[in-house]
């Protein structure tokens, strides 16, 4: 491999390059971190800093790095047919396999799939796609979807109007008009005196709330996502979704489980509907599906939905040039291959999660975890000021930014969503991988205690 100049890059990257997500004029002074390799749960930087990414670079590296197979079938495809679209009678081998893959793996009767390249467009694509649905049955009005306050669906204007982070709709006059939000389940700051269980029919109610408020004609479909990823892993009761889902089937509103996130095994099940135990009607997934190797999104939707849209709802004036590109269907199926055959999700599930939620549990006594909450392969510690009450740092993401850039120098990659560090390794993740996880966070704490 050639010398990298990481001064002239950072130059480079500070003079041409907006960063998502990031106060970029901050970001150029302070000089970007440039990644240059992965090899199961590292990565290196160009420094030659060998990280431990619990964090699976974006929720996504699933499989972990480095898996050479996954090259190899995206350049089969390539040098075969790299590419042919889905618009004009016609489509791709790949792209067929992965959709009946896909829905022999999705629970229940998500027989169909719409693909795209992203979750935030899997989003855009139910949004339009559901509110079709009720309109050419002879419900224009119903149209309003319900999300949650800080729920995140994505970036784009659909994704961030259904999602509920305050400072994305203070950008760009979001959300979109027949959008509204319910307040997430976060017991931790919101439970009050109920045990979990209580508080999960509590929060679940909202939505009951929220439906007879705008009327249940004109509520076309309910979106969460099973376990809230980006604001912190809020991890709801197991009296939440089932509520939500009675909710749902009393009024007729369609349920959306954005699993983005927490597809492909994150919460040691294939998707985090089925380890809450409940059947949606529509499901958006991406990042898992083809581990972060190359992007791919798709929209299931369950038998009622696609009948409906196939046999009444004429042409669909939907889709883009990359739905169903058969590179990125190749490498999903390679992906999935892998996934099944190395029972990646089963050994994560029996073997690694149990020893990774105890020592989760230990990093939970520091003086600075008000709690520490885990499930499957994702989880968070939520530091506070004081460990005997549930209450956060009055600046909210100082302490959790020193905590992340802290780890970062043990050579440990957490998130910090304000001052909640988050977890979520890639699955392949070993038991002494967890312990020096365990080590580098615990060291980590101290220091910034
Ligand atoms: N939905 C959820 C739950 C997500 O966490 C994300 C991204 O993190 C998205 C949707 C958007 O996906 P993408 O960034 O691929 O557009």
């Not at 040098?79 to 999705?106: D, H, K, V």
């Not at 939620?357 to 520490?372: D, F």
């Not at 050579?411 to 080590?439: C, H, K, N």
Request: hydrophobic share 40%; net charge negative; aromatic share 8%.
């Amino acid at each position: 491999m050639a010398p990298i100049d990481l001064p002239e890059l950072q130059r480079l990257d500070a003079v041409h390059h907006l960063h998502p997500f990031n106060d970029n004029a901050a970001l150029a002074k302070r000089g970007t971190r440039v990644l240059v390799r992965g090899e199961g749960c590292y990565v290196w930087d160009a420094e030659g800093n060998k990280l431990l990414d619990a964090f699976a670079g974006l929720w996504c590296v699933n499989i972990g790095y480095g898996r050479k197979e996954l090259g190899q079938a995206a350049a089969r495809q390539m040098e075969q047919l790299a590419y042919y679209n889905s618009f004009f009678q016609c489509t791709t081998e790949p792209t067929i396999r992965l959709a009946a893959e896909l829905a022999g793996l999705a629970p229940g009767d998500l027989n169909h799939a719409f693909f795209v390249n992203s979750g935030s467009e899997a989003n855009d694509t139910i949004l339009r796609l559901v509110r079709h649905f009720w309109a050419v049955q002879d419900k224009p009005r119903k149209n309003i979807f319900i999300g949650r306050h800080n729920g995140y669906h994505g970036t784009t204007v659909a994704g961030a109007s259904l999602g509920g982070m305050k400072g994305m709709h203070e950008q760009g006059g979001l959300p979109i008009p027949d959008i509204h939000h319910i307040d997430p389940p976060f017991w931790f700051a919101d439970g009050g005196d109920l045990s979990e269980e209580e508080y999960g029919l509590v929060a679940a109610r909202r939505l009951e709330q929220k439906i007879l408020e705008l009327g249940p004609d004109r509520v076309a479909a309910f979106i969460g996502e099973p376990v809230m990823g980006a604001i912190g892993v809020y991890i709801p009761p197991m009296s939440y979704w089932k509520e939500i889902e009675r909710i749902c089937r009393q009024y007729d509103v369609l349920l959306v489980a954005d699993e983005v996130i927490c597809g492909f095994g994150r919460t040691g099940q294939w998707f985090g509907s089925q380890h809450f135990g409940i059947q949606p009607d529509v499901m958006t997934i991406a990042k898992g599906i083809t581990s972060g190797y190359i992007p791919l999104g798709a929209a299931l939707f369950n038998d009622r939905v696609a009948g409906v849209l196939k046999d009444v709802g004429g042409e669909l004036a939907h889709g883009a040039t990359y739905s169903g590109h058969p590179v990125c269907a190749a490498v999903a199926l390679e992906n999935l291959r892998i996934m099944r055959e190395e029972r990646i999700v089963d050994t994560a599930r029996e073997e690694v999660a149990p020893y990774l939620a105890q020592r989760w549990a230990e990093l939970g006594e520091h003086r600075l975890v008000g709690q520490a909450r885990i499930v499957g392969m994702m989880g968070a510690l939520e530091l506070v000021p004081d460990k005997g009450r549930r209450e956060f740092f009055p600046e909210r993401g100082k302490v959790g930014g020193l905590c992340r850039d802290t780890a970062l120098r043990h050579g440990l990659i957490l998130r910090a969503t304000y001052d909640s560090m988050l977890l979520s390794p890639p699955l392949v993740l070993t038991r002494e991988q967890v312990d020096e996880l365990f080590e580098k966070a615990w060291k980590a704490l101290g220091e910034t205690a």
